[in-house]
């Protein structure tokens, strides 16, 4: 329709009761129709029931089939469908094919709406009209040719690359489905379009294996990632296999590449010249390595960095300012780091609105579940570039250190009464808390050895207790001028010498940290200087001085109103005692402590003091007091190696106890094995009761039998033991099974319906049955029935 409310075609006027019309007469409508058709000949004739631009394809598509099926499923019953991603994401491609798959189906028409090179809002209308075949008319608007030429159609309109040119893509797709009533369209975009009626299709990276190499060598070959790699790999050296040898480099590489096609895409592209292992250690360097792309790729396309950076030029001033200073993180982060490091007068919006904007233009994802985010590792290295360039990188690690510093004061302030919620913040943002660490070190900061000590006590709570001492060692080197943080450091490097039985060292740096804390006048780090001598002495054997200090330890902590602290001092204390034989002393302590403990919300707190526990009852003749607390102590912390060896060798001596020697000493060898892959050692009292018992347990056995006893439960089986109380053998046709086959057979001997056993299993009850049905057949077996009673003869306990 006109401005002026005349006919499109001849321009007469328009009664006032039909100016919403675009002509006067049908007849005008049908001498434009076909002057649109006519024009539209050329096109047309190629094929009067289905029209298509789409572009043939020119490569394999791999992977994507559940998100092609949901996006056939969302195109059924919504017309706006916008596929939003990150660069480098594989939008486009998957836009292509699932148009593709609709051409084949019930539609008119599919049409390809390139707007990546398009610069100008004005530009989008007469795209489309070009993609359709229709020119502009002397006295018709180009909207109302485009739209008549759409009316009757059923046509999928596929806008490619709407970022840019956002409001236009809106308002023309918003006239698009109010006009044509059988016209749906497909967009890409790393924003939605943000009208109504649409559905957001979010498009990631594709699946990638896992790295762990004894998974690795079965499970990458069938990842969507690395069969992106090889086909594109064959494309460039047809004769390129995945050997053995490379499995591991190429799962690798798709894990570090996070599965994005682009980034797969352009690395495979240099296996002409270098070996898989050298393209997965360049990688490091993503944006330099990824740069070799098509010549007749947009320029975008091209490379990785040009890819980003057309994104990043599209944000505004307070959203690339956030972008760059979120750099600075390292893996994922929370709100409130995230406004300690973006608050600037440089940034007037509120972060979170910031930041919510940046989600919205993919450049960060959000975590499920949590007010978490995370940048792709690609973008952030861009936005680090972006970063050093403008000079902010020591303004905005100045704010990172502070924010650390100020989570790690505990550590000085109450050291035995750290919270659980500043440990996890810590964990979580570990990675960035490493990067820190490194700036500082770089500066010779005062913090440095405070944060490399939050640092540490994160690597020791992950199990790197060997790594948690070299980071100590190396800062303790450095020169400092804060007191109260080297005490801190050399507390905690005690500790964890001692944990690995290095009993001259830790005596060595528990001596200093006594001697520094007394001119300090700090009682909270005087108590924790208290307690890091005891333990030290409790694991060189000197069990009447450690019951000393831990005695001072436990005043202090009363007289301070620390109930973490006097839980941790109470176990303590209990665990010297049941050395010394104070075995009602041990019980009281322990007794006291288990609901502060509790009450603590942290596992490896709880699990130690279960463990203690159970010592306890053990040394008391008390048996099924101590199996139910190892074993809670098991549930409640999983097989964290500082935590699950006590309670394992526990187990261990009660099964020996009860006659059972095989159990006892595979017990013992898992928690010695996990002991083993952290250097951890028990103290001397706990060391020889169950190595006494496990000689015990030898005896009872003949020595092939004992030998093989001795073999450590493998993951699956510790876990199983863990949740169900399993217990599953090695023996005859078991043998052929593998871990998951014998947890399921032993949960059906232990009387479990499908049902149960699908709950346990975390499946479907379909998928209990299916797997049922494979074992009768694996093992010649007619009924459930029959497989239960087998399970039943070879499984103990």
């Known amino acids: 329709m006109t401005s002026t409310g005349r006919c499109a075609l001849c321009a007469g006027e328009l009664p006032v009761s039909e100016q919403r019309r675009s002509y006067c007469s049908n007849a005008c409508r049908q001498r434009a129709y076909r002057r649109r058709a006519t024009v539209a000949a050329p096109v047309s004739r190629q094929n009067p029931r289905v029209l298509s631009n789409l572009p043939a394809a020119r490569d394999t598509f791999v992977g994507r089939q559940q998100e092609l099926s949901k996006l056939d499923q969302l195109l059924r019953r919504h017309r706006l469908v916008t596929l939003v991603g990150s660069a480098g994401a594989g939008k486009t491609r998957l836009a292509l094919e699932a148009a593709g798959r609709l051409r084949r189906g019930r539609t008119d028409r599919v049409v390809l709406v390139e707007l990546g090179e398009i610069d100008e809002p004005g530009d989008v209308l007469p795209a489309l009209a070009s993609a359709l075949g229709v020119v502009a008319q002397p006295d018709e608007p180009l909207r109302d040719t485009v739209v008549e030429t759409l009316v009757n159609m059923r046509a999928v309109v596929v806008l490619d690359n709407c970022e840019h040119l956002l409001d236009a893509c809106a308002e023309l ?242 050291p035995l009464s750290v919270p659980a919620e500043v440990q996890r913040k810590l964990d979580d943002h570990v990675d960035s808390l490493l990067g820190t660490v490194e700036w500082a070190a770089g500066r010779s900061d005062e913090r440095l050895l405070l944060l490399t000590t939050a640092l540490a006590d994160c690597a020791a709570r992950s199990g790197r207790l060997g790594q948690a001492r070299v980071m100590l060692r190396d800062a303790l080197r450095r020169p400092s001028t804060r007191d109260d943080y080297r005490c801190v450091a050399l507390n905690h490097a005690a500790r964890f010498a001692a944990e690995q039985g290095d009993h001259a060292e830790a005596a060595e740096l528990s001596a200093e940290a006594a001697g520094l804390v007394r001119a300090l006048g700090l009682p909270a780090l005087l108590m924790s200087s208290r307690s890091t001598l005891a333990a030290v002495q409790q694991s060189s054997g000197e069990w009447e001085a450690s019951v000393r200090n831990n005695t001072e330890c436990l005043r202090v902590a009363e007289l301070l109103g620390e109930p973490l602290a006097r839980a941790k001092c109470l176990v303590d204390l209990a665990r010297t005692s049941v050395s010394l034989g104070r075995h009602d002393r041990a019980q009281s302590n322990v007794m006291k402590a288990l609901p502060i403990s509790r009450a603590s919300g942290m596992p490896a707190r709880i699990a130690s003091a279960l463990n203690t526990r159970g010592v306890v009852a053990l040394v008391r003749g008390e048996l099924e007091e101590a199996e139910h607390a190892f074993r809670e102590a098991l549930r409640m912390d999983g097989i964290n190696p500082l935590t699950a060896p006590d309670a394992l060798e526990g187990l261990a001596v009660v099964a020996l106890t009860r006659g059972r020697a095989e159990r006892a000493l595979r017990l013992e060898a898992t928690g010695r094995a996990l002991r083993r892959s952290v250097g951890v050692v028990p103290d001397p009292f706990w060391a020889g009761k169950v190595a006494g018992a496990m000689r015990t347990a030898r005896l009872m056995l003949p020595a092939a039998c004992a030998d093989a006893a001795s073999t450590p439960l493998t993951a699956a089986e510790t876990e199983a033991f863990i949740q169900d109380d399993v217990w599953l053998d090695r023996t005859a046709a078991g043998e052929a099974l593998d871990d998951g086959e014998r947890r399921v057979i032993a949960l059906i001997a232990s009387g479990l319906t499908n049902q149960q056993i699908a709950n346990r299993l975390g499946v479907s009850v379909r998928t209990v049955a299916a797997r049922l049905q494979r074992l009768r057949e694996k093992l010649g077996l007619r009924s459930r029935e029959d497989l239960a009673a087998w399970g039943a003869e070879r499984a103990i306990g």
């Open 173 to 414: 797709t918003d006239v698009l489905l109010n006009r044509c009533p059988g016209v749906r369209v497909l967009a890409t975009s790393r924003e939605a379009l943000w009208i109504t009626g649409e559905v957001s299709f979010p498009v990631g990276g594709l699946p990638v294996p896992s790295t762990d190499r004894d998974l690795v060598t079965t499970a990458a070959p069938r990842s969507e990632a690395v069969k992106l790699f090889v086909e594109r790999a064959r494309e460039r050296k047809p004769d390129f296999r995945l050997t053995p040898g490379d499995t591991a480099a190429v799962a690798l590489l798709c894990a570090r590449l996070e599965g994005m096609p682009l980034a797969i895409e352009l690395a495979a592209r240099w296996v002409q010249l270098l070996p898989v292992a050298d393209i997965c250690d360049r990688v490091d360097e993503p944006l330099e390595l990824l740069t070799r792309g098509c010549r007749k790729s947009p320029s975008r396309q091209r490379s990785l960095r040009e890819a980003i950076d057309w994104g990043y030029r599209l944000l505004a001033p307070d959203e690339q300012f956030a972008l760059r200073r979120l750099s600075v993180f390292d893996g994922g982060f929370d709100l409130a780091a995230a406004t300690e490091v973006c608050s600037s007068e440089r940034s007037a919006e509120p972060v979170l609105d910031v930041l919510s904007r940046l989600q919205a233009k993919s450049l960060l994802t959000a975590v499920a579940g949590a007010t978490r985010f995370r940048q792709l590792e690609t973008v952030r290295l861009h936005a680090r570039e972006k970063l050093v360039a403008a000079g902010e990188l020591d303004v905005a690690y100045e704010a990172l250190a502070r924010w650390f510093t100020d989570l790690a004061d505990v550590l000085v302030t109450a």
